[in-house]
């Protein structure tokens, strides 16, 4: 049950709505065409697709049904008779799998899907559902849309770290979730640059129509991983990367914000990395964003007695270590 107050009106006039891929802002549903994604050298045609095959690590054949489908609607029907064998914490990561299907969705479609979410400025951002008033939010006579409007609160999310940070989207890391696997295995981190070269690795044997029906043949993406490999290891290296994130109880991933500032979206992130001490340098490394935009997200996290500055050398560690609170200001969805 999602409590009372996660439900939101929004005034029609004033949003970005959308219901059908056709329309303007049809490109934002997870239903849109021509957002084509690779996941573990897999090719999945939709976000969509890829949502569905999330719910069933377990069962690898029902995700290969669920990817092969052409229409990303036919992906949701096919998962549709296996919903009750949905892994069985679901309803507890879903939204944390949808905000990591949009960051893929992001991150493998650039440009085309930035400049769709930069192009809604900084208006709401509702799906317009018929019947479904937690992804979206369901019309009324009186010109307003009513629901949690999750899917739409995600991309607004989105939408401000890709004004505010985007290159800390540059990379995607699997969500702190256990089991997370495609086709029987982990699902591994993407980067922007990765990503390029995996879709120059298949424009040049395959069409775009022909791999959202297929998997990527492993030996086409062979030398491509052994090169990603080597840059893994070197980021590693150099501490340059964002470790996957630990599933840790006192951090609840599964948030939605409330105040749409790339600050509160970064600090659950930034508080987990200051499990240990780090300077000011070392976050910015990890986050790849400049050293002074760490400082002032810092600074905010001390002002909010969220983490707390050391000195000689300055360093910064969360507070939060043994309280195991939640965050402040964010709105989780604690029934979920
Ligand atoms: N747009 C749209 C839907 N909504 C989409 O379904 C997804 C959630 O799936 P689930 O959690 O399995 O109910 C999510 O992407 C949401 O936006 N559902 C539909 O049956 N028809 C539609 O046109």
């Known amino acids: 049950m999602v409590s009372a107050s996660q439900y939101r009106t929004y005034n029609r006039q004033e949003c970005i709505t959308f219901r059908k891929t056709s329309e303007p802002f049809g490109g934002l549903s997870n239903m849109a065409g021509g957002y084509p994604l690779l996941v573990n050298g897999i090719s999945i045609l939709t976000s969509e697709a890829l949502y569905q095959a999330c719910r069933f690590p377990h069962l690898p054949d029902v995700q290969k049904l669920i990817i092969a489908q052409r229409s990303p609607m036919t992906a949701k029907m096919k998962s549709k008779p296996y919903r009750n064998q949905s892994r069985p914490d679901w309803d507890k990561v879903r939204v944390n799998i949808m905000r990591w299907c949009l960051r893929v969705k992001l991150i493998q479609n650039w440009e085309r899907f930035g400049k769709l979410l930069l192009s809604t400025q900084d208006k709401p951002i509702v799906e317009d559902s018929p019947k479904?008033?937690?992804?979206?939010?369901?019309?009324?006579?009186?010109?307003?849309?009513?629901?949690?409007?999750?899917?739409?609160?995600?991309l607004m999310e989105l939408r401000?770290?890709?004004?505010?940070?985007p290159d800390f989207l540059k990379s995607v890391e699997p969500p702190a979730i256990s089991d997370l696997l495609l086709l029987d295995k982990p699902i591994e981190r993407l980067s922007l640059k990765?990503?390029?070269?995996?879709?120059?690795?298949?424009?040049?044997?395959?069409?775009?129509?022909?791999?959202?029906?297929?998997?990527?043949?492993e030996t086409k993406l062979a030398q491509v991983d052994d090169q990603n490999e080597e840059q893994v290891k070197e980021d590693q290296r150099q501490n340059n990367v964002i470790q996957p994130y630990q599933e840790q109880k006192s951090i609840n991933f599964n948030h939605l914000p409330e105040v749409y500032d790339a600050?509160?979206?970064?600090?659950?992130?930034?508080?987990?990395?200051?499990?240990?001490?780090?300077t000011i340098q070392d976050l910015a490394e990890i986050f790849k964003v400049r050293p002074v935009q760490i400082k002032d997200w810092l600074?905010?996290?001390?002002?909010?007695?969220?983490?707390?500055?050391?000195?000689?050398?300055?360093?910064?560690?969360?507070?939060?270590?043994?309280?195991?609170?939640?965050m402040p200001l964010l709105d989780l969805l604690k029934s979920e």
């Open 299 to 326: 600074e905010q996290g001390v002002k909010l007695g969220k983490i707390k500055k050391l000195s000689k050398p300055v360093r910064y560690i969360s507070t939060s270590i043994s309280k195991n609170e939640e």
């Open 194 to 217: 990765e990503v390029s070269i995996h879709k120059h690795e298949i424009n040049k044997s395959q069409t775009q129509e022909q791999i959202g029906l297929e998997l990527v043949e």
């Open 263 to 278: 600050f509160y979206i970064i600090l659950p992130y930034l508080e987990q990395q200051l499990h240990t001490e780090h």
């Open 132 to 154: 479904d008033n937690f992804w979206g939010a369901i019309p009324n006579d009186s010109n307003q849309l009513i629901g949690v409007n999750v899917l739409g609160r995600l």
């Open 160 to 165: 401000e770290l890709l004004k505010q940070s």
